[in-house]
């Protein structure tokens, strides 16, 4: 597996290079450590002089520490390249995850200081929100998962999520819950709904449920699964509720969860990886390749 580990420096990221580092890669994963330089003052003298300085000062120091990331991963015996790209931050660590062909990328929830501790949420968030490479949100455990809690839901988002379980490098000793929310839906039953059309709607809905985990725990193969649970309820809620009750330190998603659930709450996965308590994994499926035929006859069209 390829990893693009993004760091800032602040603890953060050192929380999320620990727990990289005590994941049990192998002579076949590789590393791409990526530090991206921040310039978090304006001009300040008119020449600009000094500017240059700060500016070059930065640039080195996100230089030394993609370095540092580098070398510990070397010593360990895995194979790291050391990025410090220029530019904004999202975009950048999109840019390079892309260029590097990665698989995916982690960070630290936290940055440095207050603001830019604002300012990694925000980078966390961002990468949620905007990237198509699967992304790691690490917080506060600095030791590899090995209560994995999997929210499924049958889509291609959430298949690719238990594609992607398999290949990540976990504990032996790792398990795995499965889990699917039977999603609240306002204004359900209507006011008159007769009783009995609601038991068969409620009845059609678990078995849904049953099918959907039935399919997932298939698709996990050799993983071992300690439990398969269906609950209803708001979707992020349940999960980041569950995921603290059972001591999980690893909630992986798929991204159709970034449907809206409102401008207040914001996205399903934003929810959860603000809400939970421990690292969350957000997975979204390629898109879907357009066949030769119907991308030359577009261009036909557009030309003519």
């Known amino acids: 597996m390829k990893i693009l580990f993004a760091t800032d420096g602040s603890e953060g990221s050192a929380v999320a290079l620990d ?21 978090h003052y304006f001009a300040l003298d008119p020449m600009g002089t000094f500017a240059a300085e700060l500016v070059q000062a930065e640039i080195d120091h996100a230089a030394s520490l993609a370095e540092e990331v580098r070398k510990r991963f070397g010593a360990r015996g895995i194979e790291t390249s050391a990025h410090s790209d220029g530019g904004p931050v999202v975009d950048t660590t999109i840019a390079v995850a892309r260029r590097e062909r990665c698989d995916l990328i982690v960070v630290g929830s936290r940055g440095l200081g207050a603001a830019a501790s604002f300012l990694m949420g925000s980078v966390a968030r961002g990468l949620v929100r905007g990237s198509e490479i699967p992304v790691l949100v690490v917080r506060d455990r600095r030791v590899a998962p090995t209560r ?122 934003d929810e959860i990886v603000h809400g939970a308590r421990c690292a969350v994994l957000v997975v979204r499926a390629p898109a879907p390749v357009a066949p030769r035929k119907a991308v030359a006859e577009r261009e036909l069209v557009h030309v003519g």
């Open 19 to 39: 727990l990289l580092l005590d994941m049990p890669l192998g002579p076949a994963d590789h590393v791409a450590a990526l530090s991206v330089p921040v310039h």
């Open 148 to 269: 994995v809690l999997v929210g499924v839901d049958g889509s291609a988002d959430s298949d690719a999520s238990l594609e992607l379980l398999m290949r990540l490098p976990l504990p032996k000793d790792a398990t795995i819950t499965l889990m699917h929310v039977i999603a609240d839906v306002p204004g359900w039953p209507p006011q008159g709904l007769a009783a009995s059309v609601k038991v068969a709607v409620d009845a059609e809905l678990t078995r849904q449920a049953g099918v959907v985990l039935e399919r997932a725990s298939a698709k996990l193969g050799g993983r071992t699964v300690g439990a398969v649970l269906a609950e209803r309820g708001r979707v992020a809620k349940r999960i980041v509720d569950r995921a603290s009750s059972d001591g999980t330190d690893l909630v992986v998603i798929g991204a159709r969860g970034t449907a809206s659930v409102g401008r207040q709450h914001g996205t399903v996965a």
